[in-house]
Structures are given as C-alpha cells and as structure tokens.
C-alpha cells in the first residue's frame, strides 16, 4: 500500500508541476522590415493605380490640385537619357506645357505638379504643399501618337519612385527630378 501511495503522490505531483508549468508559447519568426516600393496610397482593394484596369472595369479619376500648391510651383525638371548616345540632360520645363525631346520625334505634355501625392478612391491630389511624395502628371506622344499613359488621362513619373510606372521607350528615358518652385 505505501508503495501505492508513493507512486500516487509522485503521479500528483509530476501532474500538478506540469500544470502550473507555463506553456512555451511558439515565438513569432521576425520578419524583416517591409520596404517602401512607391506612394503610400489611400484607396479601397479593388481600385488600381492610374492607367491601370481592374478585371475589364475602367476606374476614371479626376485630379484635384489644392490652391496653395498650384500656387506654389511653375515647372519642374525632367532628366531625359538617350540610351543610344548614352548622352543625359536635364531640362526645365513650365507646368501645363509641352517639350519636344531634341533630336527625337517624342513630345512631353505636362499637367500638374504634386509635392505629395495621393491617390484615393477617385481623386488624384496632393495631401501637402511638402516634398514627400513628389509626381508630375505627363502624356508622352511620339510622331503625334499618345505612347504613355497606355489608358487614362495622365501617367505620373515620381522623384522618390522612378521605377513606379516608368515610361518605357526603346531609345529614352523620363524621369522627374524636382519641382520647380515660383
């Protein structure tokens, strides 16, 4: 009978140990720290990008440009590389305005100007007259022929994110540099 006892006590106690013994919770493997790829954007999951199609439907967007920007800048500056002469320039060029590339048969129409732009659900804007997340509106034709955006209104060349939406060309590049400030 002792021996009974002795092993229904040891049983108790390996039971009551393993009880009050704090389950090991699996640890969350760490993750590394998402990067920033492009514009933080506000806008529901089923809208895309501008110039973008969400499964055959067309979301239109309508750009709006508080005062105190459009009154704030006058033009910014585009880097253009000819990847045939390797040759890179930078040009000024006026908000609103069109700018022939030298020796090409492209032609660059600007828009608007946005230090900081967001996107939302159907409006293009600037959320700040500060350079955070600077784009530029532009439609690039060659010999007449709308070439960029491929849909849509505008196409958009970003400071900060020159490979979001870049226009693609066999022999060019377009990039925005700054904002040109009155």
């Known amino acids: 009978m002792k021996k009974f006892l002795s092993v229904a006590m040891i049983a108790v106690l390996l039971l009551f140990g393993a009880c009050s013994k704090k389950e090991e919770q699996p ?17 529901p999951s089923q809208a895309l990008p501008p110039s973008h199609e969400a499964t055959g439907q067309k979301v239109e967007y309508n750009v709006v440009v508080p005062p105190d920007v459009k009154d704030k800048w006058s033009g910014v500056k585009l880097i253009i590389e000819d990847k045939q002469t390797n040759k890179i320039q930078e040009y000024t ?4 305005s069109e700018f022939k590339i030298p020796d090409s048969k492209l032609t660059i129409k600007l828009g608007d100007f946005l230090p900081d732009f967001k996107l939302g659900a159907q409006v293009i804007t600037s959320a700040s007259n500060n350079l ?9 034709y060659e010999d007449g ?14 400071a900060k994110h020159p490979t979001m939406h870049p226009f693609q060309h066999s022999r060019f590049s377009v990039l925005l540099k700054e904002g040109i400030a009155k």
Do not use: D
């Open 27 to 43: 640890q969350p493997t760490p993750q590394a720290p998402m990067m920033k790829q492009g514009p933080i954007v506000e806008t």
């Open 145 to 158: 022929s709308q070439i960029f955006p491929e849909s849509g209104e505008w196409g958009w060349l970003y």
């Open 132 to 140: 955070v997340n600077p784009a530029v509106g532009v439609v690039i």
């Open 93 to 96: 060029v006026k908000l609103s």
